[in-house]
């Protein structure tokens, strides 16, 4: 069974840099994409970043391009999240998530409900 790990939250204020990693185990892990997301409370979980595994190829929401970066380490398992100019709005719960089976293409990867595995997510507050 595949499972992921989120770490690297935190509080930090706004105009500084978070990095947040997702590692993942289990048998045979290899999904297609790995996406990013985020929660703030009272609101709909939201796409924030995806990474296909093979290219390397990175897709973002228009809300973090240019301050975000998506990234992995294929030898490690690992997705990371660096997060620069952070703003207020960022504040969230993150979570990662492997695409699933159900789904290819980059047409999918800012939909939640094409991930059929996710993190416990991790507490990000940006202080103004």
Do not use: H
């Not at 770490?7 to 790995?34: D, E, H, K, N, W």
């Not at 991790?122 to 103004?128: A, I, K, R």
């Amino acid at each position: 069974q595949v499972q992921l790990v989120e770490s690297g939250g935190g509080l930090v204020q706004a105009g500084g840099s978070l990095r947040l990693s997702c590692a993942a185990s289990g048998r045979t892990f290899r999904r297609s994409a790995m996406g990013w997301f985020r929660q703030a409370p009272g609101k709909e979980r939201a796409f924030v970043a995806a990474i296909e595994w093979s290219s390397g190829t990175t897709y973002y929401a228009d809300s973090v391009k240019g301050r975000f970066t998506i990234s992995r380490d294929n030898a490690k398992n690992t997705v990371y999240l660096q997060m620069n100019t952070l703003k207020p709005e960022d504040t969230a719960v993150y979570y990662c998530a492997a695409l699933g089976d159900s789904c290819y293409g980059s047409g999918c990867y800012a939909t939640s409900r094409w991930y059929d595995t996710w993190g416990q997510g991790t507490q990000v507050t940006v202080s103004s």
